[in-house]
């Protein structure tokens, strides 16, 4: 008599991650994680149990579904048919010290031997086909046949070529692994390859420890009895995983619900894609299993903390985890906009029309956004925009007096206020910004002429050169014209 899984006090997480597998094998198989003493074999050797029972071919076996038989089984070819034995679910345990010939079977010696014919003797991976397979402390068994369960999981299908033998058969098994990281970790290729993974630990709270206790004492003191008090329980739980089964090919996953799915996988920066592949058919197999057609927000949050904590990116010695914060920022950026924006803002989203915003420029920008009204003779509502080049990045640095000279130090000087100085540019716009004449820079012929008339309204420092700069150089309309002034200063 097995211990009943219904009676297994709290490990809600782990609990949660085998019925999901059991629903839809395709996850990938648990990972449970976890000190010693904790119920880790007791709840799996409890899933058994509740698992619905299988149909299998008389005298095969591989347990070849009568319904659907698979047409490569060694044994085969089997007739469909819907009659067959129905028998319980298996549940298979590789110990430590399997050999890789006892895991994917090998040659018959005894039909060998006696008859003279080639057989193959299936192993334990055609024995847990439609079961459960369970390792326990999978990080102490060898590397090779780790690889070897974790792939016949991922196919369904396992290969066997040893001895002259070459064979394929079906191995469709929920796998299912314990391990004390005390011990040692897996390697983050193999830990990766589970689908899901579960932290167990034991429970804190008196109360609920005294009442773990007091349940184990009464399965050993009568297990029967004990069983049949949660019969009751055990019908419930196996009748639902059976109905959650029926309803998973009928379950739908929308572009939305893949949409936050594949943010949250892209927000945790996981390595390739088997966390995206995992962590919807997990949300696909949690709306199965709480009675639902679509998948909602809900069953990709569960689905994440499940799938995502073993395969973030970490330091070697860091404990697999989640961090909450980031997966709620990643549903809610993920969310789609059912609602327009209120504002009616513009194309730009400035304002109402595209114009500026309101409450003033933004940071970084100059007070004005057009020649003033004085200047082009109406109101300037377009910002002026001076081509890349034009007056050699150079604004005005001095304030102009007069009429219609109202403009700032970081205005752009307009067509009329560009001399003869100031090339023509490329055409590609630049805003206007700020600009801070430098001491002592070379000044254009408009600003030349505007120092010359006014120089009491300049600066010191900053408009004029400091002492011990090189002196400007004249104008064309300064020097001398006549024989002696030759270019090179020859006679």
């Known amino acids: ?48 149990a509740v698992l619905p029972p299988v149909a299998v071919v008389p005298g095969c076996g591989f347990a070849c579904d009568p319904a659907a038989p698979d047409p490569a089984c060694p044994d085969g070819p089997h007739e469909p048919t819907v009659d067959g034995p129905v028998r319980p679910a298996r549940l298979v345990e590789l110990p430590v010290g399997a050999s890789e010939d006892r895991v994917v079977g090998s040659l018959d010696l005894e039909r060998a031997l006696t008859e003279g014919v ?29 690889d070897l369960l974790l792939d016949a999981a991922a196919m369904g299908t396992a290969y066997v070529e040893r001895e002259g033998i070459s064979v394929r058969h079906a191995a469709r098994f929920l796998l299912v ?5 005390e011990e040692g970790e897996l390697r983050p290729q193999l830990l990766d390859r589970f689908g899901l993974t579960v932290e167990v630990a034991a429970p804190r709270d008196p109360a609920e420890r005294a009442e773990v206790v007091r349940r184990r004492f009464a399965s050993d003191a009568d297990p029967a009895g004990f069983a049949a008090a949660w019969s009751a329980e055990e019908g ?28 949250v996988c892209a927000a945790f920066d996981v390595d390739g894609l088997r966390a995206d592949l995992v962590t919807a058919r997990a949300a696909i197999a949690h709306a199965a299993w709480c009675g639902r057609v679509e998948v909602t927000e809900d069953d990709v949050r569960v689905a994440a903390r499940l799938a995502l904590p073993h395969r973030r990116r970490r330091n070697p010695f860091d404990a697999p985890g989640l961090d909450e914060e980031t997966l709620e920022q990643a549903l809610s950026d993920s969310r789609p ?64 007096t007069g009429p219609g000279r109202g403009r700032s130090i970081g205005d752009v000087p307009g ?47 900053r408009c004029a050169a400091p002492a011990g700069a090189r002196p400007h150089r004249p104008g064309p309309a300064a020097r001398p014209r006549g024989p002696a002034a030759v270019r090179g200063g020859g006679p």
């Open 236 to 263: 419930g739980l196996a009748t639902r995983i059976a109905d959650a089964r029926a309803r998973l090919p009928h379950v739908v996953l929308s572009d939305a619900a893949l949409q936050q799915v594949t943010a």
């Open 177 to 181: 692994g314990t391990m004390n990281p």
């Open 415 to 461: 067509p009329a206020a560009r001399g003869a100085g100031h090339r023509r540019g490329r055409g590609r716009p630049a805003v206007a910004r700020p600009v801070r004449a430098r001491a002592g820079r070379r000044l254009h012929a408009p600003e030349r002429q505007r120092h010359e008339a006014a120089p009491g309204l300049h600066r010191p420092g």
């Open 118 to 146: 080639k057989a193959f003797e299936p192993g334990l991976l055609a024995a847990a086909h439609r079961g459960v397979l369970y390792v326990d402390e999978v990080n102490l068994l060898h590397d090779h046949l780790v």
């Open 337 to 400: 906009d059912d609602d327009p924006d209120p504002d009616g803002d513009g194309p730009d989203g400035d304002g109402p029309d595209g114009g500026p915003p309101e409450g003033g420029p933004p940071q970084g920008q100059s007070g004005h956004f057009g020649p003033s009204s004085e200047e082009d003779g109406g109101g300037g509502g377009e910002p002026t925009m001076a081509p890349r080049g034009e007056g050699g990045g150079h604004a005005d640095a001095c304030p102009r």
């Open 1 to 48: 008599m097995t211990y009943p899984f219904s009676a297994v006090v709290g490990m809600d997480d782990m609990r949660l991650a085998l019925l999901l597998n059991a629903v839809s094998p395709a996850v990938g198989g648990v990972l449970v994680r976890g000190e010693k003493g904790t119920a880790k074999s007791t709840a799996v050797r409890a899933l058994a």
